[in-house]
């Protein structure tokens, strides 16, 4: 097998759901920024999170990484 042959890596931010608490971080002009909050949609070519200040768009051309993560502690 070529790699020419070679499926794509798969897009790991479509194993993720609606409702669910992630971070991604991402490139930003002059370095990069961090959305951390509830997954509002689910794309292939991007995800909305709503973050503390709002919805945030984070194409998927400037992600960087990203994951599921626990719910924030209890105050």
Known sequence: MTTDDA?????????????ERVVVRYRVEGGFSDA??????????????????GPVEVPATAMVTGKRVPPPPSR
Do not use: S
Not at 7 to 17: D, G, I, N, V
Not at 40 to 52: A, K, S
């Open 36 to 53: 951390l909050g509830e997954l509002l949609e689910v794309h292939r070519d991007r995800v909305v999170v709503r973050t503390r200040r």
């Open 7 to 19: 499926a794509p890596p798969p897009l790991p931010w479509l194993q993720w759901r609606v409702g």
